[in-house]
């Protein structure tokens, strides 16, 4: 299960983040703040989002409605301390699919994790994917057109597929990293600039090479 954890207590989320990777062996990004936790929702998918009520840069809350206005169609499980029934109707109008009063024990958030988990929140993605005159398929990750197939690295799929994912949207070195390279500590900016590098190289067959935007000292996006 792939959770999205926003929590500013430093040692709750250590104690969370760690119970979920070691005892459930759930892949977990731990965020900070509502606007980290919004970054990171809208660029990727996630099983189920672990949303604080209160953070410093505004309360999860606003980041849980933001997400909604803008069709999240995620589950999302919000942790606060307030525990009155009309604290728990704002925070399940607000758009949270599971409420969870603090203090808490693991195996309870194990329970209601694996009971959001077994809801189909996910869209649909389609095995191929038309961009243009080009045909992106990814169930062979490769790029095709008139009949000429390209193959990619499943790391050049990865990053592709991620930019498709937000085409026109800038996508930061540091966001491209947690997505594609995760806890590889071996891996840097070069890293990533050389495979974007390589992706463009590919993608200049069918000169294409232009979609893959360099933003200098932020990132990339796509843009056709």
């Known amino acids: 299960m792939n959770i999205l954890l926003a929590e500013d207590d430093i040692k709750l989320g250590e ?23 919004y970054e990171y929702a809208i660029v990727s998918h996630y099983d189920v989002i672990i949303m604080d009520w209160m953070m410093p840069d505004g309360d999860g809350i606003q980041t849980c409605k933001k997400l909604r206005s803008e069709r999240y169609g995620g589950a999302i ?20 699919d599971d409420y969870l ?15 959001l988990g077994r809801r189909n929140f996910s869209p649909i993605r389609e095995d191929i994917l038309k961009i243009e005159d080009i045909t992106i398929n990814r169930t062979s990750q490769t790029i095709e057109k008139d009949h000429q197939h390209i193959q990619l ?29 995760g806890t590889e500590t071996d891996v840097s900016y070069k890293t990533i600039d050389a495979t974007v590098k390589l992706l463009r ?18 990132g990339y996006k796509l843009e056709t």
């Open 101 to 115: 009063v603090k203090p808490f024990e693991i195996d309870e958030l194990l329970a209601r994790l694996r009971a």
């Open 15 to 37: 104690l969370i983040s760690y119970m979920l990777e070691k005892k459930a062996k759930y892949h977990v990004d731990w965020v900070q703040t509502g606007e980290d936790a």
């Open 201 to 218: 190289k590919k993608l200049a067959i069918f000169n294409k090479e232009n979609w893959l935007h360099s933003i200098r000292g932020v």
């Open 153 to 181: 690295t499943p790391r050049e799929y990865q990053l592709l597929d991620l930019l498709v994912q937000n085409k026109g949207q800038v996508l930061t070195r540091d966001i491209i990293y947690d997505r594609i390279w």
């Open 77 to 96: 499980l919000m942790l606060t301390a307030k525990d009155a029934i009309e604290d728990r109707v704002i925070g399940l109008d607000s758009g949270a």
